[in-house]
């Protein structure tokens, strides 16, 4: 199994909610075979700044 990691950073606007994790990550879930990767595993953790 190879291990790929990516880095997405989200620009939010000071008005607006911060982005949920667990949602980024869900919504990516929900979609993997649109990446062909529906047999792959994602995980996702804020990073701080």
Not at 10 to 38: C, H, M, Q, S, Y
């Amino acid at each position: 199994m190879k291990i790929q990691t990516f880095k997405i950073t989200i620009a939010v606007p000071d008005e607006n909610d911060p982005v949920k994790t667990v949602d980024l990550v869900e919504t990516l879930r929900n979609r993997l075979e649109e990446f062909n990767a529906e047999n792959c595993a994602v995980e996702g953790k804020e990073v701080e700044k």
